[in-house]
């Protein structure tokens, strides 16, 4: 089993710059990808970007290039969501997401991001 565990949310106004964190703990050695998936009210919930931690590869939501970055850290299981320029359309719950060796999801409860415009 992997938990996981974000932090870094909350309210900021439009044009600012948020970064999010995650945290893996458990069967971390498992874990090939992590990333980060966001839920607006009313929407489905939505890729924003994933790092395989083998080779730094990234696949990120094309609307978001140049705004956000995604990067890992030195202890396998850490991933960081880099937002700038936010605007209030990025007004989302986050989710960390991670996938292990046998395809098995595991997701983080969440952490609400509130853009003002």
């Known amino acids: 089993q992997v938990q996981l565990v974000e932090s870094g949310g909350g309210l900021v106004q439009a044009g600012g710059s948020l970064r999010l964190s995650c945290a893996a703990s458990?069967?971390?050695?498992?874990?090939?990808?992590m990333g980060w998936y966001r839920q607006a009210p009313g929407k489905q919930r939505e890729l924003v970007g994933i790092?395989?931690?083998?080779?730094?590869?990234?696949n990120f939501a094309d609307s978001l290039k140049g705004r956000f970055t995604i990067s890992r850290g030195n202890a396998k299981g850490t991933v960081y969501l880099q937002m700038n320029s936010l605007k209030p359309e990025d007004t989302a719950v986050y989710y960390c997401?991670?996938?292990?060796?046998?395809?098995?999801?595991?997701w983080g409860q969440g952490t609400q991001v509130t853009v003002s415009s």
């Open positions: 997401n991670a996938i292990s060796t046998t395809g098995v999801n595991y």
């Open positions: 458990g069967r971390i050695v498992s874990i090939i990808d």
């Open positions: 790092i395989r931690f083998s080779n730094g590869f990234t």
